[in-house]
């Protein structure tokens, strides 16, 4: 287990710790960093990994369909407690939006390039799926009937680079054009910048986190923090079986599926009027229990492997 933790967990929580470090020293631009992570550092990533890696459609299309039916089971159990709690509506479509929409990107990645090295391109079409369903499913959950809301949601599906990227990226593999792309002046950059990624992303995360005020603990972000950290690691592995999974690609999800709250659920809560301080707080503690909870998974999981 501290073997895991030191090769594994702990070279990510440094990398967030001198994110962290740096924003407190420097005051640094976190508008900056996220659109370098968005609009350049992730998209060549996606890229890249898609056109190298081994693997079919339908081993994709499974991948999504498994992440949705993640996202599904999270959301109505939070519902439940949430009526069950009474919690106001603005609590509520927090708690929802932190325990559906995990962190497959700046801290998802990373992950599992060091868990999975010879895996981690799947998790590109967790990310892709995260990444529509937040921005889809998610806006809708959180803002409600705003009669803006239709228009919003597809601007920012369509301003989303990561699936242009994977659309591009199926493209070249459907065409076989893969070793042109390789061979071209184009693919050093972009391996350059697919090998930036992981430092770049998990330096971003820090300096969210530093400005980030999480609110004080009570019985509902508890109970956000399990279903999260805890539940979406278990629903992960009874889903496995169902969905034919390799052993491997199996580990990978159910690890997937115990990553911290996405970032984007405290945007999106903010933006709307839901509780955003309740949800940012889940992206903060989240990403701190983590670091135990992450290393517990991945050592279970490598126990039955």
Known sequence: MFALFRDVCLPIFLMIGSGWLFDRKFQLDLESLVKLNIYFFVPAFIFVRITQADLTG???????????????????????????????????????????????GNYGIPLMALAFPDLAALQVFVLMTMNVSTFSLGTILVAGSSPATPQRRWTMLIRQPSLWAIAIALTVRALSLESHV?????????????RALISVALLTLGVQLSKTSPPPFEASLWWALGQRLLGGPLIALALVPWFGFEPGVA??????????????????????????RFATGIVF?????SLLTITIILTLLNATA
């Open 182 to 194: 390789q061979d071209s002046f184009l693919w050093e950059p972009l391996a350059y910048t697919e």
């Open 58 to 104: 339908a081993l994709a299309l499974r991948i999504v369909a498994f992440t949705l039916t993640i996202v599904a089971c999270m959301g109505l159990i939070s519902w439940l407690y949430a009526r069950l709690r009474r919690l106001p509506p603005a609590t509520r479509r927090s708690l929802q939006l932190s325990t559906m929409f995990y962190n497959s």
């Open 251 to 276: 580990s990978l999800l159910i690890l997937s599926a115990g990553t911290p709250t996405a970032i984007n659920t405290a945007l999106l809560a903010h933006e709307f009027k839901a509780d955003a």
């Open 285 to 289: 503690y989240s990403t701190f229990f």
